[in-house]
């Protein structure tokens, strides 16, 4: 079985500034899917950063960027230049690979999550 | 309407009493998730269906059923409700591999 650990409860940043949330993983797969989530006072569940365990490369998406680092089993999330619509709880996620088929899909595991406020 | 939609938005129930949360999506989508948020807890799948007339148990299926009689439906129902299941519930859905689409979810607290 997987395990997720997000070991911020909470976080802060001041806007316009840098921030980074960790997560770290426990699996013994070698291929998979991380995945970073924000959960708005909305409630609604966004995703905001997939990567893919095969690549060597970091995902980025705009002001959001890994850093992701396989073998210590650590996927962080940089959010630069923060902005007050970042304030959110933010989840990292595993995902083991599904397989092949067209009938194959992923189940996600999630961490505790992080509350992440950015103050004005 | 696009995307999945949870009924009701919240219920306080009491204990004991059967209760079903109802999700639709009509993206077409073969999969769909139940999943419930607790706080220092994330998200735990609950039960999932990779395809109409399937279902499989998640992490934390007891106490839960579901059903998937149709690609559109996948209501959730819990047969004799405990506080301990007092929650947020989501439904999600699946058309590809690694995607998932989440629900706007249901607040519901047994007493």
């Known amino acids: 079985a997987q395990t997720v650990t997000q070991s911020q409860p909470e976080m802060s940043v001041q806007e316009a500034e840098t921030v980074t949330l960790s997560c770290t993983y426990d699996t013994s797969e070698n291929n998979y899917y991380l995945f970073w989530y924000k959960q708005p006072p909305s409630r609604q569940m966004i995703l905001v950063i997939r990567q893919e365990a095969y690549k060597q490369q970091n995902a980025t998406e705009n002001r959001f960027s890994v850093n992701f680092q396989k073998a210590a089993k650590s996927f962080s999330l940089k959010i630069s230049d923060s902005q007050l619509g970042d304030t959110a709880m933010y989840f990292c996620?595993?995902?083991?690979?599904?397989?092949?088929?067209?009938?194959?899909?992923?189940?996600?595991?999630f961490g505790q999550g992080t509350i992440l406020t950015v103050h004005p | 309407i696009a995307g999945i939609t949870q009924a009701p938005t919240s219920q306080i129930l009491a204990a004991g009493r059967r209760m079903t949360l109802r999700c639709t999506q009509d993206m077409r989508h073969n999969a769909m998730y139940w999943y419930r948020q607790d706080l220092g807890l994330g998200l735990r799948l609950i039960h999932y269906?990779?395809?109409?007339?399937?279902?499989g148990k998640g992490e934390v299926p007891d106490g839960y059923s579901v059903s998937r009689a149709n690609t559109d439906d996948f209501p959730l129902t819990l047969a004799s409700a405990v506080p301990s299941q007092t929650s947020v519930y989501f439904c999600?859905?699946?058309?590809?591999?690694?995607?998932?689409?989440f629900g706007p979810g249901t607040r519901l607290t047994v007493t």
């Open positions: 996620a595993f995902m083991k690979w599904p397989g092949a088929g067209g009938t194959s899909y992923g189940k996600l595991t």
């Open positions: 999600a859905s699946s058309d590809r591999q690694w995607e998932q689409y």
């Open positions: 269906s990779n395809t109409a007339g399937t279902t």
